[in-house]
C-alpha cells in the first residue's frame, strides 16, 4: 500500500497523515480507529516506512530499501511492535518498551512504537502508558491502534490524534474484490463479511470456508423444510465440519446473512440480498414460511450466541443451544 491508493479508500486519513509528513510535524500519538480490515496495520506501517525512508520521493517511501523492508517485516531496531499476550496486553509488556526506549537509538534519533489492539490493555498497563505518552525520553511516536476507541481510557484518547477509518463503501469494495477475480456472487458476500481484500480471496479459495457455506445454507434449509432434523443436521452435518470457534463464528455470520436476507427480500429490497440469489428456491421457502417477528428473533439469537462464541463458551453446546431454542 502506498498513500496514493490509501487515499482512494480512506481520503481523510490519508489526508491528515500525509499533511503532518509534509509539514514536518509527525504528532507523539496517533490512535488509529477502524473495523476489521479497514487496514489499520497497513497505515502504521506505510507511516513508520514514510518516517524512516531515506529514498523517499515526495510523502511516498520507497518500500524497496533495506529500511522499508526492516519496517515491513518487523525487524528495524527503532521500531517497537506491541500484540496482545493472550487475551490483553499487560504492564511487562509496556516496562519492556520503556526499558528498550531508555537505550539511546543506534539508527536514528526517533523511535516509533505500535500497539496493536490498544483496546486490550489492561488498566494497569494503560496507566503505564500513559505515564510513559507523557514523558518521552526521545523523540518518540506512539501509534495505537484499535476496533474500538471507546475501549480505550479517556486520558490516553485525549493526548493521541485521532485517526477514524471509514468502513468501505461496499460498491467499492465489491469492484475491487471483482478486480482481484472473485465472482460477482463470491464479491458480494465476502464484502459483507470483510473489508479486507486479502483475506476475501483467502477466504474464497479456502475449501474448508467453502464448504462452510455449503453447511450454511443446508442448515436453513433444514429449518424451513425439516424443522424436526435440525438437531440432527446439526450433528450430522455441522459439528462434524465445523469445529473450531474461527469457523464457528464464520458459519454463524453466514446463516445472520442467510436470514437477514431472506427478510430483506420480504421487504422488496432484492438489491440488498448478499447470501442468497433472488431466485434460490431456499430463499422463497423462507419468504413464505418466516413471519418477521421470527425473523428477527432467530437474528437476535445468532448474535447473542456469537457474543457467547466470544466469552469462550463451548462452541458445540452454543450451537445445541442455538437449534434446539428456534
Ligand atoms: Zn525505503
Redesign the pocket.
Known sequence: MNWATLEKVQPIASKILTNSVKKNRIAHAYLIQGLRGTGKLEIATLLT?TI?????QGVE?????????R?ESKNHPDVHWIEKDGQSIKNEQIDYLRKEFSYSSLESTRKIYIIDDAQTLTNQAANRLLKFLEEPLIETTAILLTDNVQAIIPTIRSRCQLIDLKPLDTEVLQEKMMEANLSKQQSRLMSAITYNIDEAIELSENETYQEIINISVGMIETIINDYDKRYIYLHQNWLSKITDRTETDYGLELLLLGFKDILYMQLGKKESLVFFNHTDQILRSGVEHFSKAKLLKIMSELLQTKQKLKQNVNPTLLMEQFVLQL
Open positions: 516506512q524512516f525512508c531515506p529514498n523517499k517511501p520507497c518500500g524497496v530499501c533495506q529500511v522499508c523492508k519496517v
